[in-house]
């Protein structure tokens, strides 16, 4: 990366990350709301939590936990990768991977994937950790890694996508996309559909390219820049696209957020609500955290509102997560907002350390399992 890109990306994460201003000594923090007591209704058990290393340091890497079977698999900026046993917590196996992770964990194909700042992709063994191959790309790697049939698919900041030979490693395809002059720090993972490779770019555009050789099927843009400055005119797609049946949902930076179809890429809807963080979503409702920090439900099949909690204004909220009857989003103090997916009333409140927690929480079979920014790793399950 060149000095002149990298300076004025620099600049952007300072600036979209609430510092106050560099320029005039302020500070324009915009303050976070306090928490307010509320009747908890609903008993969230925490069936366990353990260490996994030193985390992510803050929001310098893309670190999120992965499920496979009975294991659950985390990793520290600092370079270890764990597999844990997701019923009780115990640890299976650690490995060091003697570089510094920027993006994972991805699992898939057998294999245990992470990304480096150093430009590489490291593929372990589900089983017991053993390092099996790592390949060179071209720039950080701040993506989660995602592998299936036989692939290997990665996303570096500098706006390509790789495609690597799961069983080696050995590239199979690039594609290649400009980067804007100005970006946030971050990278869309991508989310890989059957023959189909989905991802978001900084320019604003989403894209499905064949997973089998790279080829590119269709884009479309979801938000077109606006503004006077590099800085009002950025349309980053950071957050994960979400594949739900036929359609994809996908969120831009100081944008939109949008339906498309998954196989040929035509707008079902849009709607104007910027947003960095992902989604989730059930069989009737979409769930976004907008760049403010409220939580929207949105219908599925076009987009109206259903409701906004606007109770956690400013807490870096996270990427919601659906558990049943609830919605669950982390904050910057490592709280865990639980809301009924009705409404979304608050129905109880949970915390995991106090280092703050930015990636999305997980669910599977009914337990959500989060990771927050100082290594604390739990699994927690509505009481019955």
Not at 84 to 106: L, Q, Y
Not at 108 to 133: K, P
Not at 140 to 149: D, T
């Amino acid at each position: 990366m060149s000095k002149f890109r990298f300076a004025p990306l620099l600049l952007s994460v300072l600036l979209l990350q609430g510092c106050g201003s560099m320029f005039l000594g302020e500070d324009n923090t915009a303050p976070a709301a306090e928490l307010t007591d509320f009747d908890t209704t609903v008993k969230v058990d925490e069936i366990w939590e353990r260490s996994a290393g030193s985390g992510s340091r803050g929001d310098r890497a893309n670190l999120v936990v992965a499920l496979s079977g009975e294991r659950v698999y985390a990793a520290e900026f600092d370079g270890d990768v764990m597999a844990f046993d997701a019923n009780n917590g115990d640890r299976v196996w650690i490995h060091d991977t003697d570089s510094t992770i920027g993006g994972g964990v991805g699992v898939g194909e057998g294999l245990v994937l992470v990304g480096t700042s150093d430009a590489e992709v490291v593929a372990l063994s589900v089983e017991n950790g053993d390092e099996l191959w790592r390949s060179k790309v071209s720039s950080e790697v701040l993506s989660v890694p995602r592998a299936a049939e036989g692939v290997v698919v990665t996303q570096t900041i500098d706006g390509k996508m790789f495609g690597l030979d799961a069983k080696d490693g050995k590239r199979l395809w690039i594609y290649d996309r400009t980067v804007p002059t100005l970006t946030l720090r971050g990278t869309s993972s991508p989310v890989l559909a059957p023959g189909l490779v989905i991802s978001g770019f900084a320019s604003g555009k989403l894209t499905a390219i064949s997973l089998k050789d790279g080829k590119p099927l269709w884009e479309r843009r979801i938000s077109v820049p606006s503004g006077r400055s590099e800085l009002e005119r950025m349309v980053d797609i950071d957050a994960d696209p979400l594949v739900m049946g036929n359609e994809i949902y996908v969120s831009t930076y100081q944008g939109r957020v949008a339906a498309v179809d998954l196989l040929s890429g035509k707008l079902r809807w849009v709607r104007e609500l910027p947003s960095r963080a992902g989604l989730g979503g059930d069989y009737g409702q979409i769930y976004v955290t907008d760049d403010s920090g409220h939580v929207w439900a949105l219908e599925r099949a076009n987009g109206r509102s259903i409701w906004k909690q606007d109770k956690l204004t400013n807490r870096s909220v996270s990427t919601p997560a659906v558990v049943g009857n609830y919605v669950v989003v982390g904050d910057y103090e490592g709280y865990l907002h639980w809301m009924d997916r009705t409404d979304g009333h608050l129905v109880a409140r949970t915390r995991v350390g106090s280092s703050g927690i930015s990636a999305a929480p997980i669910v599977e079979n009914e337990m959500l399992f989060v990771l927050g920014r100082g290594g604390d790793l739990a699994a927690y399950k509505i009481a019955e």
